[in-house]
């Protein structure tokens, strides 16, 4: 990052001015440094959402919204999709270039080892419901490891970051597979290491001990490509998450935890399971036009799930290369006219063509196809956000490793405007006219909120 040129700031109040250093990265826009502006001006920024706010400096991940351009450590994802496996990408992510022919053979080996997890944690699994949706039990299983790794939790300790990035990488397609192993009421399904990482994964998800099972290669290629579409991208709500949970020196397994738990909302990596269910509740092309109309009144909470981007104002480049895939592989594996994959070809036609998501600039976001591939490779629904997860921890350790490397890293502690009630006096309980608290005076009056729900 250099010092491009300052920006003056003048309050117009008082007349006193103070000049902001403007940073320039490699790419994209160049960012006014604000950390001295409360010091010498008294005043906060107010950025809700951080639209315009840049959070960190980072190496890892780049992208052009605008151009619908998305770079890992500066290869497009266009290039890696089509020539890289996702523990090159991997390897990328975390150390910054592409590992030689040795290096990526001992990386891969050093995840293969890694793969098990300690006999232990199947008790755990049992405390949850056989209906527990599988990223509930992803955050709990993954934020207990600390109990279990004590030998790489000291994150001061460079070594002990490189293992618990190992570990993490390594033992979520395990973790996940186990969530809906449990689920479904059947064995856990050990790692087998002369399978691949997208190949153990679906051995361990789908495989039983009563007869042999053959990974099918066209559906280890889909995920394997799936899994490099999703390791990072920069800086979004949970890799956010991560980062602020990380500045604190909290452990690497809990700050990657705090990613899963902020990845599942439907805004964010929930979105190619809503996406799903949008299309089954949608049910016809004939419907389009009815949830394209609630998708656009205000007044209705419908959103059109798979669309819009915070930073893609053109189409999601991942989202291209997932519709290609679409084609190919329920060509292979699933059917190929699949009603769910022709309704979602025929509402991205329409929604395209329609003022109001052209005007808003809402394209196909990564969410909007790779549900479907999930489907055509027989993993349920609410497993895809848990695919996300498996992706995106190669993301969340790279940046969470890049984060504690800064040499001057300091917990993240965010300020606020406060607009709440100004400073005022104890009132004993008998002056007290009844405080107007909202929703929940009728429940508090009715007796309906008790302690033990
Ligand atoms: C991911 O950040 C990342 O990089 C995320 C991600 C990653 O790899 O980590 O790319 C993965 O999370 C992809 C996004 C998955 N989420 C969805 O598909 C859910 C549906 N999309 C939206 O909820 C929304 O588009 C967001 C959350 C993705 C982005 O929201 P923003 O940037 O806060 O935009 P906004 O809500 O301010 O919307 C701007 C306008 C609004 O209308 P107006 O008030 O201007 O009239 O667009 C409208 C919104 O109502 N709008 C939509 C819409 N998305 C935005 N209207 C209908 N359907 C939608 N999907």
């Known amino acids: 990052m250099t010092n491009k040129h300052t920006l003056t700031v003048t309050d117009n109040a008082t007349g006193k001015s103070v000049e902001l250093p403007v940073r320039e990265g490699t790419h994209g826009p160049a960012a006014v440094d604000i950390s001295t502006l409360y010091r010498d001006m008294g005043y906060f920024t107010y950025d809700p959402g951080f639209v315009s706010t840049g959070s960190c400096r980072s190496a890892i991940t780049y992208i052009d919204g605008e151009q619908g351009v998305l770079l890992y450590r500066g290869y497009p994802i266009e290039q890696l999709a089509e020539r890289s496996s996702f523990l090159e990408v991997a390897f990328l992510l975390l150390y910054g270039e592409l590992p ?3 290096q990526l053979n001992r990386f891969s080996g050093v995840i293969t080892h890694h793969t098990m997890i300690n006999e232990s944690l199947k008790s755990f699994y049992r405390g949850f419901y056989h209906d527990a949706h599988p990223m509930a039990i992803m955050v709990g299983v993954v934020g207990s490891l ?14 002990h970051r490189e293992v618990a990035a190992h570990r993490l990488i390594a033992k979520m397609p395990t973790i996940a597979a186990a969530s809906h192993k449990h689920s479904v009421g059947t064995p856990f399904i050990y790692p087998k290491n002369e399978l691949s990482y997208a190949g153990n994964f679906l051995r361990m998800m789908f495989s039983l001990p009563t007869e042999d099972y053959a990974v099918d290669p066209v559906a280890e290629k889909a995920l394997d490509l799936i899994f490099i579409l999703h390791a990072d991208h920069e800086q979004n709500a949970s890799t956010s998450t991560v ?9 690497p397994f809990a700050c990657i935890a705090s990613g899963i738990a902020a990845l599942w909302g439907p805004a964010h990596g929930g979105a190619n399971e809503a996406v799903l269910r949008m299309l089954a509740q949608i049910g016809e092309v004939k419907n389009i036009p009815s949830y394209l109309a609630k998708a656009k009144d205000k007044n209705d909470g419908f959103r059109l799930m798979g669309f819009g981007h915070r930073v893609y104002k053109n189409y999601d480049p991942r989202a291209k290369i997932i519709r290609e895939m679409c084609h190919q592989v329920l060509a292979k594996l699933g059917d190929a006219n699949d009603p769910m994959f022709e309704l979602a070809l025929r509402l991205e036609e329409v929604a395209l063509k329609d003022d109001y998501f052209v005007e808003r600039k809402l394209y196909p ?12 490779l027989g993993i349920p629904t609410n497993m895809f956000t848990v695919m996300f997860a498996i992706a995106r921890t190669v993301g969340w350790v790279a940046q969470w490793m890049e984060m504690i490397g800064e040499p001057n890293q300091k917990i993240g502690r965010p300020r606020q405007v406060y607009d709440g ?5 104890y009132q004993p309980l008998e002056e007290r006219r009844s405080a107007i608290i909202g929703a929940t005076e009728g429940s508090f009056a009715n007796g309906e909120l008790r302690g033990t729900d």
């Not at 600390?146 to 070594?159: E, L």
């Not at 602020?244 to 909290?250: D, E, H, K, Y």
């Not at 009630?421 to 006096?425: E, L, T």
């Open 421 to 425: 009630s100004p400073q005022r006096d």
């Open 146 to 159: 600390s109990a279990f790794y004590h030998d790489s939790t000291d994150i001061r300790n460079p070594r």
């Open 243 to 251: 980062r602020l949970a990380g500045s604190s020196g909290a452990n």
């Open 100 to 102: 030689t022919h040795e």
């Open 365 to 376: 976001n990564v969410d909007f196809y790779s549900g479907l591939i999930y489907k055509a």
